[in-house]
């Protein structure tokens, strides 16, 4: 157990290290994604900078199609920008790496698999030198954490939908990435699994001393505040950029009940609702 925190290696050993500020996790300088169409150039977004602290969790916000998604996966490396760059750990991204672990809305567990084994699968892949009981030992340690151990030999189709997400954070965590990067996991959830699951990444991140840089994709205000360090909202698409950063100032730990009266609460909330949203009645 004395090595489950031990640091994933980095996605990139070349010799194109950034001097950069050890305490920056993630830099995006000036980037743009642009695919070709049957119409021509389409762009998704431009004219992206931005610098996120190692241990910050920070929430993408906007309408649909303004590039949110576009704008994680060219951290996680599923997406090359067209132009500018993306370094995450000091070094310039050029594909997926086990430094950035991916949590989707639609769980993308194995099937055929049990919880267990979903989760073990994703170890025995990335901890080449760790022997079977280190492994076993990890992914006994996070099912425990999710509290999930009375069914770990379940399959996905035998879960609810807050426990499969479970499931998939745990898997996350246990290949310990330095970087977590969530596309809208709670989307799919009903309100009070939604609050449930918030506690549940807290809880992995405090275990974790905070070290552990969160990037998040949400269409929910109140979750974006709840748990975010700085929330990023995004212009409308297409050739969508930053609108505003907006910093959420309060401390942790937050429970949910009291910052929903906290006067700096309802202000970044007033403030991210104008800033999503030009009208807020129906005119006649």
């Known amino acids: ?17 950034h001097k950069i500020n050890r305490e920056t996790a993630i830099e995006i300088n000036n980037i743009e994604v642009s695919f070709k169409t049957p119409k021509g150039k389409f762009t998704a977004v431009k004219d992206i900078s931005l ?8 929430a993408l ?12 996966n060219t951290i996680s490396g599923m997406v090359t920008p067209s132009s500018g760059e993306v370094i995450a750990n000091g070094h310039v991204v050029k594909g997926p790496g086990p430094d950035r672990g991916i949590v989707f809305q639609n769980y993308s567990l194995l099937p055929w698999m049990s919880v267990y084994k979903n989760i073990y699968e994703a170890v025995d892949s990335v901890f080449k030198d760790k022997s079977s009981s280190e492994k076993h030992a990890i992914v006994d340690h996070y099912i425990q954490m999710v509290n999930l151990t009375p069914h770990k030999d379940k ?18 965590f246990a290949i310990n990435p330095s970087i977590l990067l969530l596309d809208e996991p709670f989307g799919a959830l009903d309100a009070l699994t939604k609050g449930s699951m918030h506690i549940e990444l807290l809880k992995l991140w405090n275990l974790d001393n905070r070290n552990k840089t969160i990037v998040m994709v949400t269409h929910d205000i109140e979750e974006a505040i709840f748990l975010s360090d700085k929330v990023v ?35 970044i909330h007033d403030e991210l609702l104008s800033l999503l949203f030009d009208k807020f009645s129906i005119e006649d």
Do not use: W
């Not at 916000?61 to 994680?72: A, E």
């Not at 399959?155 to 745990?170: F, H, T, Y």
């Not at 959420?248 to 700096?264: F, M, W």
């Open 233 to 267: 909202v995004m212009n409308n698409g297409p050739a969508a950029t930053i609108k505003k950063i907006v910093d959420v100032k309060l401390d942790r730990p937050r429970n949910k009940k009291d910052i929903a009266h906290d006067p700096e609460y309802i202000r």
């Open 155 to 172: 399959l996905p189709s035998q879960l609810s939908g807050g426990m499969k997400q479970r499931v998939a954070i745990a898997r996350a």
């Open 51 to 58: 610098e996120i602290k190692r241990g910050e969790i920070v």
């Open 1 to 17: 157990m004395s090595n489950i925190n031990k640091p994933a290696p980095l996605v990139d050993s070349s010799n194109d290290f």
């Open 61 to 72: 916000i906007g309408h649909s199609g303004c590039g949110k998604s576009t704008l994680m």
